[in-house]
């Protein structure tokens, strides 16, 4: 996934987010996966396609996604979308994350 700030993505973010004062967490207030996760239609040079939001967040706010890299909340709200709250994690840090918070599907979702 590129860098989306120049395709409005950080601004659409940022328009669809509680602050949660207590957490840091920018709770996402738009659509919401089966799973939890905060899901968005974002725009690329390439075409328009659905993606989590805290991996939007993370392109738009911090850096480009490397191809198959997983992106985490360390807070492990899965609706937290707060670039300070996200990092890339290897296979076997996003094991051990779901296993820390019960969790069976993938966290890059």
Not at 8 to 29: K, P
Not at 57 to 85: K, M, T, W
Request: charged share 25%.
């Amino acid at each position: 996934m590129s860098n989306l700030s120049d395709t409005g993505n950080g601004d659409r973010l940022l328009a669809a987010i509680a602050r949660d004062a207590s957490s840091g967490c920018w709770l996402w207030g738009g659509t919401i996966s089966n799973s939890g996760y905060g899901r968005m239609m974002v725009r690329q040079a390439s075409g328009n396609k659905m993606e989590s939001a805290h991996r939007a967040s993370y392109a738009a706010f911090v850096a480009r996604i490397p191809d198959g890299a997983s992106i985490r909340q360390s807070c492990g709200n899965r609706l937290c979308v707060n670039p300070e709250h996200l990092e890339i994690i290897d296979q076997e840090c996003e094991r051990k994350h779901q296993r820390d918070f019960g969790r069976s599907e993938s966290v890059s979702s």
